[in-house]
T-cell receptor
Framework: DVKVTQSSRYLVKRTGEKVFLECVQDMDHENMFWYRQDPGLGLRLIYFSYDVKMKEKGDIPEGYSVSREKKERFSLILESASTNQTSMYLC??????????????FGNGTRLTVT | GQQLNQSPQSMFIQEGEDVSMNCTSSSIFNTWLWYKQDPGEGPVLLIALYKAGELTSNGRLTAQFGITRKDSFLNISASIPSDVGIYFCAGPPLSGNQFYFGTGTSLTVIP
């Protein structure tokens, strides 16, 4: 069974702090993703990575950056946290292949509050 | 980016009732996925649909890939309290290289 682990379930940070959200998967998946989930908006893609050291912007990358130094680990970075980044953050991974036969597997999420 | 519209946004039903929800897109999709998110957890894949008109079941869940390829439907029969959660549709559009998610349907089952 695929396991995607997010290091924190809950985080509270102050405006302006640098925040790191960590995600690790144990199935040797090439592709990893960061989404944020907000009520009424569903899941929106922030960044994704097809391989180590590779990254692509999703739909809402502003205010975020990512790091993929190792295949199993994908980090989301908030360079200077703001209150509008208060949200649930979900990490996901999938193996390389056609999108139609390789669905996403999610972690349990990190609920970030920026005060 | 692409957004999928789900309806209804929320549902409150009695235990034992059947549930129907749907998802529509402005673009053609070549796969439809349905995920469920339990409270405090990440979404988990329930059903995957791969061709137009396909009807697939997973226990009490049945999903259909719309003929136009721009919509999909999820039905839950004889609901039980553990069906509570948020249901998301998702998929890659025909011309895309990533998954898009619906806005979610929040289901509450009253015992």
């Amino acid at each position: 069974d695929v396991k995607v682990t997010q290091s924190s379930r809950y985080l509270v940070k102050r405006t302006g702090e640098k925040v790191f959200l960590e995600c690790v998967q144990d199935m040797d998946h090439e592709n990893m993703f960061w989404y944020r989930q907000d009520p009424g908006l569903g899941l929106r893609l922030i960044y994704f990575s097809y391989d180590v050291k590779m990254k692509e912007k999703g739909d809402i990358p502003e205010g975020y950056s990512v790091s993929r130094e190792k295949k199993e680990r994908f980090s989301l970075i908030l360079e200077s946290a703001s209150t509008n980044q208060t949200s649930m953050y979900l990490c996901a991974s999938r193996r390389t292949g056609h999108l139609y036969n390789s669905p996403l597997h999610f972690g349990n999420g990190t609920r970030l509050t920026v005060t | 980016g692409q957004q999928l519209n789900q309806s209804p946004q929320s549902m409150f039903i009695q235990e034992g009732e059947d549930v129907s929800m749907n998802c529509t897109s402005s673009s053609i999709f070549n796969t439809w996925l349905w995920y469920k998110q339990d409270p405090g957890e990440g979404p988990v894949l329930l059903i995957a649909l791969y061709k137009a008109g396909e009807l697939t079941s997973n226990g009490r869940l049945t999903a259909q890939f719309g003929i136009t390829r721009k919509d999909s439907f999820l039905n839950i029969s004889a609901s039980i309290p553990s069906d509570v959660g948020i249901y998301f549709c998702a998929g890659p559009p025909l011309s895309g290289n990533q998954f898009y998610f619906g806005t979610g349907t929040s289901l509450t089952v009253i015992p």
